[in-house]
Every structure is written in C-alpha cells, then in structure tokens.
C-alpha cells in the first residue's frame, strides 16, 4: 500500500515537473513570439512613415515586402544556427566538416542578395525608384535605432 | 471625396496590413463586443496619423461627418481612429453645442477602450471650456441610467491634478456608490487614486465618508499604499 503510494506519489512528481516545465517553455516561446511580432509591427510602422505610400503603391508594395520578409527570415535563421554551430564544434570538428559548414554559409549569404535582388526588382514594378531607395534607408535606419535603444536600455 | 470615400480609403490602408489571427486575440480582449481588423497598434497609428493629415484642412462640421462615418463602421479600429482624432482637435475646434456630438461617442458602441479615452481628453477639456461653472451638462448625464456616461462624469477630471474640483466629484462617487456595476465601482477608484495623488487626506476623508468598500476603495487606495512613508 505505502509501496504503491510511493510509486503514485513519484509518478504524480514526475508528471507535475513535466508539465512545470513544459509550461514554462511555451511561455517563453509566446514571449519570444509577441517580441517577434511587435518588433514587426514597429518596423512597418516605421517604413510606412518614412515612405508616404499611396493607397495604390501601399496595396502593392506590402504583400510583396511581407512575403520578402518570410523569406529573408527563414534564411537568416539557418545562416545563424550554422555559424552557431561552427563556433562551439571548431576544435572537435574535422578540416572536411568545416569546409563543409563554411560552404554553406556563403551559400545562405548567396541566396541572401540574390532573394534581395529579385525582391529589388519586384519593388521597382510597384514604386518609383526613390522610393525603392527610402525603403533600404529606412530599414537601416530601424535597425540603428532599435540597436541605439538596446543599449540605451543596458 | 465625400465621407464614405475616405473612410473606404482609409479602410484599403488598414486592409494591407490586417491580421486574421491577430483580431481574433483582439477580439477576445475586448470580451467579444466588437469586430477587429487585427491592425497592431503601431502600425493603424501610422496609417492614421497619414490619413488623419490628409484630413487636416477640413471644416469643422466635415471632421464631425467623418467621425461619425469612422463610427459607423464595424470594425473597431476605426472607432480607435476616431477617438484618436478628436484627442488632438485644438481648443478653436470645440463649440458649446459639441456636447450632444460627445454624448452619442459615448452611448454608442460603448466600451472602455473609447469611452475612458473621451471622457480624460474630450470630455475633460470640453468642460473646462465652456462649462467649468455650469454642472448642467454633467449632472443630465449623471441623471441618465447609462452607466457609460455616469463613468464620465467620473473620470473626466482625471487629468486636471490641482485643479481638479473635489466636491463636484465627491457628489458623483455620491450618486454613483452604490451602484455595483463593475465599471462604475472600477472608476471611483481609478478617479480617487488620481485625486490621491494630490489630496491623500481628503481622498481618505470621502471613502470614510461614503462607505467606500471592495473593488473601489482597492483601486483608491493603491497609490496611497504604495508610497506610504
């Protein structure tokens, strides 16, 4: 009987510590998400300001730059994580498996200006040229500042 | 362009960047009561801020149809819109008669989100305005039995600090304790926190004064609380 309840006692612990973590780690994934998502919203905020877009150019422009933004995102994130990578495996890694990683890295960096140079393209058939411009202006710009206000905040 | 034209302009704008997923979240905050578009804060003030400068050199009769028609429209962002308009008005955009145009804001599509906003900016300088020594207005929306424009006459006076006229709101909290409305409890309190802020005595004196329990004298006395020595 003592025997059993242990056993229970020990599973229900178990099964708790399962789920206090599983709580907490899908709490910091929403947390990482709404950052995420702010972080956008700031981002198109601060593009629509700069730019003044019409109506017209405004419907154009957005799903083209939304879809841009997927893209660049998910290719970021793989360029990240092997760079990443290569940091911690460098000394257990061997000369053929660095190669191998390095390749990949200026194959992301590739495809990273040749996705801007067909998202370039596609912007000029929506906007005027100095528009185009503004638009890499301020997306710099958005990074300088939220950088600025990083440190700011440290 | 008519109204019904700039709003549909306005509504192209919101539409680029509305979010499905996004109102759903919005409309479960707001309990259900209205439809949103998903627009992130951020983003419908930009767009507003472009709409609402092309709007600028409008007379004032023509910004009050287009508020109206932003009220019309079932999305809420537009009411947000529009209660973010009527903030930045100037004091030579007001007229005596403008209090009935406020009345219908708050009495209809009434929630907190537009309501507390109208009643501390709107309303708060309205009054101060034209009716800093005539209550009539504000008594005749205390007397209606909505308890949207009761919560008005509580909060309105929000930002007046210093100046804040103590026996014309301890006449409200009054009138009003002992309504259980949750909103209406909620602003005593919120309305006797701000006052604490300046009188903490007096503000100690009317929630003894009126029994002044639960949900409103938490709220009131938070601040006091909080900066007690």
């Not at chain 2, 209406?184 to 100690?204: F, V």
Request: charged share 25%; with cysteine.
């Amino acid at each position: 009987m003592i025997k059993n309840f242990s056993i229970n006692l020990n599973t229900f612990m178990k099964n708790t510590a399962f789920l206090f973590l599983f709580f907490i780690a899908s709490n910091l994934v929403a947390q990482q998400e709404s950052k995420h998502e702010k972080l956008e919203a700031m981002k198109i905020a601060f593009i629509t300001e700069k730019l003044s877009l019409t109506t017209k150019e405004a419907q154009s422009f957005w799903p083209i730059y939304n879809e841009y933004s997927q893209k660049i995102e998910k290719l970021r994130k793989t360029k990240r994580s092997d760079l990443g990578e290569l940091k911690i495996n460098i000394e257990n890694s061997s000369d053929k498996e660095i190669e191998a990683l390095l390749s990949d890295v200026f194959d992301a960096k590739t495809k990273e200006i040749e996705l801007q140079k067909e998202y370039y393209s596609k912007y000029t058939k929506v906007l005027p040229i100095k528009k185009v411009a503004l638009l890499y202006q301020s997306e710099h710009q958005f990074k300088k500042e939220l950088l600025k206000r990083i440190k700011d905040k440290k | 362009m008519g109204e019904q034209e700039k709003v549909a302009e306005l509504r192209s704008l919101f539409l680029v960047h509305s979010n499905p997923e996004k109102a759903i979240e919005m409309e479960r905050y707001m309990k259900n009561n209205f439809p949103f578009l998903g627009l992130q804060a951020p983003i419908r003030r930009t767009i507003q801020k472009q709409w609402i400068n092309s709007n600028k050199s409008l007379t004032i009769d023509q910004k009050w149809s287009l508020i109206f028609e932003l009220w019309r429209q079932p999305e809420r962002e537009f009411q947000l819109t529009a209660v973010d308009w009527v903030i930045q008005w100037n004091k030579k955009d007001w007229f005596i008669d403008d209090g009935k145009k406020l009345e219908q804001l708050i009495v209809s599509k009434s929630w907190w989100d537009t309501v507390d906003l109208i009643a501390s900016n709107c309303v708060a300088n309205f009054i101060a305005l034209f009716y800093k020594t005539d209550h009539s207005l504000l008594y005749s929306w205390g007397k209606s039995n909505n308890i949207w424009l009761q919560r008005t006459c509580l909060l309105f006076q929000l930002k007046y600090k210093s100046n804040v006229n103590i026996p014309l709101l301890t006449e409200f909290i009054s009138d009003f304790h002992s309504n259980k409305d949750f909103f209406i409890q909620k602003a005593i309190g919120w309305s006797l926190r701000e006052l604490s802020k300046i009188y903490p005595h007096q503000t100690k004196e009317i929630i003894a004064n009126y029994a002044i329990e639960g949900l409103a004298k938490r709220e009131a006395l938070k601040w006091i609380s909080n900066h007690a020595n």
